[in-house]
């Protein structure tokens, strides 16, 4: 498996507090994306990023912002969680841009 | 538009039977197409891809995949499903887009019920 990690697993939150959700990788893949799951939707891409400070929007990149300042942390925010963000959030991270993508085990928000 | 279609939400089998995951993509191009499979909790495997070649790929788990360029189609199959196999499949075709990044668009899932 790819050495991906994300933290934290699990987190409930309240409408309208912070929450950054953190991707580390140890495969010095150059890039990273975020995604959100939820039911009938499959996985829609939040934002990616392709390299240091490299970073660009998906297709559902409102309310969400993102950093990378090292290659292995790729961050995501929720600047002032709503509860259409509960939802399941999955890091993946690729070598080149059309090369597979290999995924984290994914962490559960809930917001309240 | 672009976009992935698996047709079935829900499909269960009896084990031992035969299974076959439809998908199906509207992209002018030559797509990049992946099958993935998620257990219960747990994050994305990749099962197989195809990039160019040999029409009909192999990948892990007994699984295979043909690409059928006439009907836009990758449908994933597997002669003998096995109750671990009971899992979600997600087909994801990579289709490149005027601002030149290649995204990676997923089906909605097909979820997979084995009775013993």
């Known amino acids: 498996d790819a050495g991906i990690t994300q933290s934290p697993r699990h987190k409930v939150t309240e409408t309208g507090t912070p929450v950054t959700l953190r991707c580390h990788q140890t495969e010095n893949h150059r890039y990273m994306y975020w995604y959100r799951q939820d039911p009938g939707h499959g996985l829609r891409l939040i934002h990616y990023?392709?390299?240091?400070?490299?970073?660009d929007k998906g297709e559902v990149s409102d309310g969400y912002s993102v950093s990378r300042s090292k290659t292995e942390d790729f961050l995501l925010t929720l600047e002032s969680a709503t509860s259409s963000q509960t939802s399941v959030y999955f890091c993946?991270?690729?070598?080149?841009?059309?090369?597979?993508?290999?995924f984290g085990p994914g962490t559960r928000l809930l917001v309240l | 538009a672009q976009s992935v279609t698996q047709p079935d939400i829900h499909i269960t089998v009896s084990e031992g039977a035969s299974l076959e995951l439809r998908c199906n993509y509207s992209y002018g191009a030559t797509p990049y197409l992946f099958w993935y499979v998620q257990s219960p909790g747990q994050g994305l495997q990749l099962l197989l891809k195809?990039?160019?070649?040999?029409?009909l790929v192999q990948g892990i788990k007994g699984f295979e995949a043909e690409f059928k360029r006439s009907q836009s189609s990758f449908n994933l199959r597997k002669p003998s499903v096995h109750w671990s196999d009971a899992a979600e499949y997600f087909c994801a075709v990579v289709m490149g887009f005027s601002g030149g990044y290649n995204k990676l668009i997923f089906g909605a899932g097909t979820r997979l019920a084995v009775h013993p």
């Open positions: 993946a991270i690729s070598d080149q841009d059309i090369e597979t993508q290999y």
């Open positions: 990023s392709y390299g240091v400070k490299d970073t």
């Open positions: 195809y990039f160019s070649g040999d029409t």
